[in-house]
């Protein structure tokens, strides 16, 4: 009888752990998703406190991004911002999209003192966009310019050749759909595109022409293609200074902007694919913690799934409850 009362002991103490670390988990989990909530479906953004210095990174591929263009759109309208900073650290990417966000900042510079800080790279598009702030600030080593326009496009005909694949095509003139990877270019092709191409280029290099202390002359002998460092860029007058964000700082402080106010990142808000994260995180936390399936369902439980559904839309099998009009 002593050994069995032990035992029972023995697992009633055991159960009690259980039931505080489950409890544990579960306040933890609770909070990470209000965390994630108040981030994916609230504002998000800083801007309605105190006064500060706005940070935006422009990092990676640069395409025609609507968040950051809506971002720089709300840092502007923000009575809490003083001044911003571009982090830049890009090769490039579209114009389309380099052209966009360099819009977007000069609409921002009429409102606020911009600074653009080049991190490791600002190339093509990437340059386009530093070169839309008033002041741009380089590292030594950092890598700037490669002004100019490309387009690059496969030639599959001799693998196609190897494979014996042949292409049909009807189209409705010569000019369509080209240049093609499937057929050799002709000289009318690259016609076309040479005059596409120098357009651009002619647009691109008039906007460093605009933005730098350059003549026309002088943009267009930088625009050939090549990139610079940093202290290169400099003697060329592609870039203001030299250093990091201290020395961004400082110039804002130039323009009357308090140098003691806090830096604050803006950030993107997450997209769709991190509310899916939610789900995975409610089955991992579910089947750890023992319970029934496996799945706690957390976006259907937040009433977060209901978020990602545009317009009219009609369920199979609606939650029980719920009614509604056929």
Known sequence: MALRADELIDRRRLRRKLTFWRVAALLVAALAIAAFAWQAFGDGLPGQGADQIA????????????????????????????????????????????????????????KKPVVAQVGTLAASAGYMIASASDHIVARKSSIVGSIGVLVQFPDLTGLMDKVG??????????????????????????AMLRAMILDSYDWFVGLVADRRPLSRVEAERLADGSVFTGRQALERKLVDTLGGEEEAVAWLKSKGVDASLEVIEWKPKPDR??????????????????????????????????????????????????TGER
């Open 55 to 110: 940070k935006v990174r422009i990092e990676g591929t640069i395409t025609e991004d609507e968040e950051l263009l809506e971002r720089l759109d709300k840092i502007a309208e923000s009575d809490a911002v003083k001044g911003v900073i571009l982090n830049i650290d890009s090769p490039g990417g579209t114009t389309a999209g380099g052209e966009a966000i360099f819009e977007a900042v000069r609409k921002l510079a009429d």
């Open 165 to 190: 694949i042949k292409l049909e095509e009807v189209k409705s003139s010569p000019l369509k759909a080209e240049p093609s990877p499937f057929n050799p270019t002709t000289e009318e092709e690259r």
């Open 273 to 322: 694919a991190s509310y899916f994260l939610l789900d995975a995180l409610g089955a991992a936390i579910a089947e750890g913690l023992g319970l029934a399936g496996g799945r706690l369902n957390l976006p259907e439980r937040l009433g977060a799934e209901r978020l990602f559904l545009d317009g009219l839309v009609s369920l199979w099998q609606p939650d029980h409850g719920t």
